[in-house]
């Protein structure tokens, strides 16, 4: 069973940056994505960055390109979302996906693993 769990959120000031992780484990395979959603109070949930398990395809929504960047580190089965020049408007619940289909988890975002959440505040 894969397992997802977040952590690194917090409450930060506009401008300020955190740096959240996802710890997975259980994947049977080598073959598969790991996203970041987020969702905000009253919004739909949207990808703001995925990574594939070999850390050769990278996406950003465009919201937070320049200012977010995705990393994993094999060894530790964690990806990271390093997250800078925060904005208000980032205040979500940051949640991390996983899926062997890109198209199934960046585009349509769906899949059958989701973690916990964190929460991200951003304050003006």
């Known amino acids: 069973e894969v397992q997802l769990v977040e952590s690194g959120g917090g409450l930060v000031q506009a401008g300020g940056s955190l740096r959240l992780s996802c710890a997975a484990s259980?994947?049977?395979?080598?073959?598969?994505?790991i996203g970041w959603f987020r969702q905000a109070p009253g919004k739909e949930r949207e990808g703001v960055s995925c990574?594939?398990?070999?850390?050769?395809?990278?996406y950003y929504a465009d919201s937070v390109k320049g200012r977010f960047t995705i990393s994993g580190d094999n060894a530790k089965n964690t990806i990271y979302l390093q997250m800078n020049a925060l904005k208000p408007e980032d205040t979500a619940v940051y949640y991390c996906?996983?899926?062997?289909?890109?198209?199934?988890?960046?585009?349509?975002?769906?899949?059958?693993?989701w973690g916990q959440g964190t929460q991200v505040t951003v304050s003006s």
């Open positions: 259980g994947f049977t395979s080598d073959d598969y994505v």
């Open positions: 990574i594939s398990s070999d850390h050769r395809i990278v």
């Open positions: 996906a996983a899926d062997q289909g890109l198209h199934r988890l960046w585009v349509l975002g769906l899949s059958d693993y």
